[in-house]
């Protein structure tokens, strides 16, 4: 976080409720902090890079200020 504290985050990919269009090239994204999760849709390329996946976790977390709720 910016005031350099800590959160643990727990984050995952999984496409088994995805439309079978989309699982070719996408895969759900899910973000968990504390008792809350989001999840978002994201490109498969992308997941495969785990620097890029960090960065995207990491980022949503802090736009969103450690509450995903």
């Known amino acids: 976080m910016p005031d350099a504290s800590k959160l643990e985050v ?7 409720k995805l439309k079978e269009e989309e699982k070719e090239k996408l ?4 973000i968990q902090l ?11 390329t992308m997941a ?6 960090e960065r995207i976790v ?3 977390v802090i736009n969103e200020r450690g509450h995903l709720c």
């Not at 727990?10 to 088994?16: E, V």
């Not at 895969?27 to 899910?30: A, E, I, K, S």
């Not at 504390?34 to 498969?44: A, L, P, Q, T, V």
């Open 10 to 16: 727990i984050y995952y990919c999984d496409d088994h």
């Open 27 to 30: 895969t759900q994204l899910f």
């Open 58 to 60: 990491h980022n949503k």
């Open 48 to 53: 495969k890079k785990r620097e890029m996946l």
């Open 34 to 44: 504390h008792d809350c999760i989001c999840s978002m849709k994201i490109e498969k």
